[in-house]
């Protein structure tokens, strides 16, 4: 892996990624843009402890363009984008309407693909591995932020889910605190550290998982994905390194060398799930990583204390039709007290993903 970086014309930075070690980068950002302006405000909710970010300045950012003039494919013939060459294997750049910047964090862009028709699923696996090289590249650079503490790489597909851009892309959030979610599971990890005297959640949800069968999908030498037992979403797969890790960059290269076969396959399963013919399945596919050492999450229960290495790295893919032709919506239960109602038993998912692999 080759990589370059660069600065657009309003001073965000842009990082070339490429497979090629004689890869060359020269072109610069002709655009007259303006020095990117962000009123991106992180907010504290006293009822519930979280945060919000506000974010006003989104409104006027870059929503569904015709396919020539998306922003996100290469500069070609004249006609001038975010990335300035003519071709690229991946790319990483700020994002101009970032949700969180300066001292609220950091938000990023990742092209994985110069095509603007292609998808994830559509890659080579030597391709996948690059992304995937990518994503652990910026989660090392980014925790090196003073306002970064946990770092997310997600990709959202599909207009269902609310995506503006067709390109196949995704995003990187570098939070500046530890996110709700990820507090939760570290609460958890550390009261069942404590009733088990040191075991480790994670690992014993895999080993039952593994255990049972029912609702494994995929498995490889150094992966597992499975359907939670307590699933959310109507098909929804969670992948896990064999390795326990807590972050990419602490991937080793076996488990490096095999993600792409694995994160590919799922990712064709999902497309095949509600039968030939239908739509691309609109998913979200999402990082788990710990937070960096020194989080307040580490230490807000002193007599049962969790470290980074007790996290574990993990995906979790999952899509919100339920159905062909029906989504599945947040509504009264889930949006107002987070409570989810799954329409579809894992069971079923598991094997309704099992029965569609590639033959």
């Not at 088990?196 to 992966?223: C, M, P, Q, Y």
């Not at 307590?230 to 991937?251: F, G, N």
């Not at 710990?290 to 999450?297: I, K, M, Q, V």
């Not at 290495?309 to 949006?335: M, Q």
Request: some cysteine.
């Amino acid at each position: 892996m080759k990589k370059t970086s660069t600065r657009l014309a309003d001073g965000r930075e842009l990082v070339y990624y490429d497979r090629r070690d004689d890869a060359v980068r020269e072109a610069a950002d002709e655009r007259p843009l303006d020095p990117v302006a962000t009123a991106s405000e992180i907010r504290h909710d006293p009822l519930l402890g979280d945060s919000v970010a506000i974010a006003s300045h989104r409104q006027g950012r870059t929503y569904h363009p015709p396919a020539d003039q998306c922003p996100l494919c290469p500069t070609r013939e004249g006609r001038l984008s975010e990335i300035p060459e003519d071709d690229y294997d991946v790319v990483v750049f700020e994002n101009r309407f970032p949700s969180l910047a300066g001292d609220s964090g950091r938000c990023e862009v990742v092209c994985f693909t110069s095509d603007h028709q292609a998808s994830f699923s559509s890659l080579t696996q030597d391709h996948a591995r690059l992304v995937l090289e990518a994503w652990a590249d910026r989660t090392a650079e980014l925790s090196k932020l003073p306002s970064v503490t946990q770092v997310f790489p997600f990709e959202n597909r599909g207009p269902e889910i609310g995506v503006t851009l067709g390109h196949p892309h995704g995003q990187i959030y570098a939070y500046p605190f530890t996110t709700p979610r990820t507090a939760l599971m570290l609460r958890s990890l550390a009261a069942h550290k404590a009733a088990t005297g040191g075991r480790n959640l994670f690992d014993d949800v895999v080993a039952e998982e593994r255990a049972s069968g029912k609702r494994i999908v995929l498995e490889g030498e150094h992966w597992t994905a499975f359907v939670p037992y307590a699933a959310h979403w109507p098909y929804e797969v969670h992948l896990y390194p064999k390795r326990r890790v807590p972050d990419l960059p602490a991937l080793g290269e076996e488990a490096r060398t095999e993600f792409p076969q694995i994160y590919l396959e799922l990712l064709r399963r999902f497309d095949r799930i509600f039968g030939e013919g239908q739509p691309q399945t609109p998913y979200i596919s999402a990082w788990h990583q710990a937070p960096f050492t020194g989080a307040d999450a580490f230490t807000a229960d002193p007599a049962h204390p969790v470290d980074r290495d007790d996290f574990a790295l993990h995906l979790e893919l999952f899509t919100i039709r339920r159905t062909t032709g029906k989504l599945k919506f947040l509504a009264g239960s889930e949006s107002g007290m987070n409570v989810f109602i799954n329409d579809v038993p894992p069971e079923t998912a598991a094997q309704r993903l099992r029965e569609v692999a590639s033959s």
